[in-house]
């Protein structure tokens, strides 16, 4: 375990593995480090990963209210300790948008992007009066939505003891946190995928999801994809939104083969990883 300090608070990551570019892998909001357990140890025997705790998550300070800035300060100030010249951020859902963010600022230091089921088109109205919603006395009824929606018809232990024991955790500040944070981004940008053809030059980008299963909602997937041939989206056969704690053998291996076309051949698509028992 490694740490670094931001405004004097302490930010705990792991650094694993080694080699250019780094994966820099970054939770979601009211997510813990955790959420990566099955898929890092998969990517480390060919690349070097730095898997951080968030502001105010896990291990990481502060205590106190901090904002979206704060969290890219962190992100940045790893970056810096770990002397990674190159970084790939693998971001959980609204983490993409710290991923862009770092994009936006280190350029070509950030040479493709991977985000993992984040939902990219226009949020509908429900989606919205979500957000909004987190953010007033009724966060935890709004919050054990969510989770009910993300559990319907999984089975799998992994998943449903971290929704429950690890994003549970999180308490009334955290999650109207969220809320206020994710509203924020939604007004400036109005979609992840429109915040993505902001960044000049494009990145290349993979979307790697399981959920929703709505077909209008792939079919513009697929609309974007071909005018966009710098943006892949790939469905994964998982029932949940965390495939990373399903099948991370399988997320492993799409991540390699997509940094192999991108970056240059390298990994062999992680097809071959020693962790094959993982």
């Keep these: 375990?490694?740490?670094?300090?931001?405004?004097?608070?302490?930010?705990?990551?792991?650094?694993?593995?080694?080699?250019?570019?780094?994966?820099?892998?970054?939770?979601?909001?009211?997510?813990?480090?955790?959420?990566?357990?099955?898929?890092?140890?998969?990517?480390?025997?060919?690349y070097r990963t730095l898997i951080v705790d968030l502001p105010g998550h896990g291990e990481s300070g502060p205590d106190e209210d901090f904002d979206s800035a704060t969290v890219v300060d962190a992100l940045l100030a790893v970056i810096t300790a770990s002397g990674a010249r190159q970084v790939v951020p693998v971001a959980v859902s609204h983490g993409g948008w710290w991923a862009l963010e770092l994009r936006r600022r280190l350029g070509p230091r950030v040479p493709a992007l991977v985000l993992l089921d984040w939902l990219m088109m226009d949020p509908?109205?429900?989606?919205?009066?979500?957000?909004?919603?987190?953010?007033?006395?009724?966060?935890?009824?709004?919050?054990?939505?969510f989770f009910s929606q993300w559990l319907q018809g999984v089975s799998s232990p992994d998943v449903l003891r971290f929704v429950h024991e690890d994003m549970g955790s999180f308490g009334?500040?955290?999650?109207?946190?969220?809320?206020?944070?994710?509203?924020?981004?939604?007004?400036?940008?109005?979609?992840?995928?429109?915040a993505l053809t902001t960044l000049s030059p494009p990145v290349p980008t993979l979307l790697l999801y399981a959920q929703p299963e709505d077909s209008a909602w792939q079919e513009a997937l697929r609309s974007f994809t071909s005018s966009h041939p710098w943006f892949q989206a790939q469905k994964l056969p998982a029932r949940s939104?965390?495939?990373?704690?399903?099948?991370?053998?399988?997320?492993?291996?799409?991540?390699?083969r997509f940094l192999d076309a991108a970056l240059g051949s390298r990994t062999g698509g992680l097809a071959s990883s020693p962790l094959t028992r993982a």
Excluded: N
């Design 172 to 194: 009334e500040d955290m999650w109207k946190r969220a809320g206020r944070e994710g509203e924020k981004m939604y007004a400036r940008y109005g979609s992840p995928l429109r």
């Design 241 to 256: 939104h965390f495939p990373l704690l399903e099948i991370p053998g399988e997320m492993a291996t799409r991540i390699g």
């Design 1 to 46: 375990m490694a740490e670094t300090y931001v405004g004097g608070a302490r930010i705990r990551y792991d650094d694993e593995g080694q080699g250019e570019p780094a994966l820099l892998f970054i939770p979601g909001w009211c997510t813990s480090r955790q959420v990566f357990r099955k898929l890092a140890p998969w990517c480390a025997p060919l």
């Design 124 to 145: 509908p109205p429900p989606v919205i009066e979500a957000v909004k919603a987190l953010q007033t006395p009724r966060w935890k009824q709004c919050r054990d939505g």
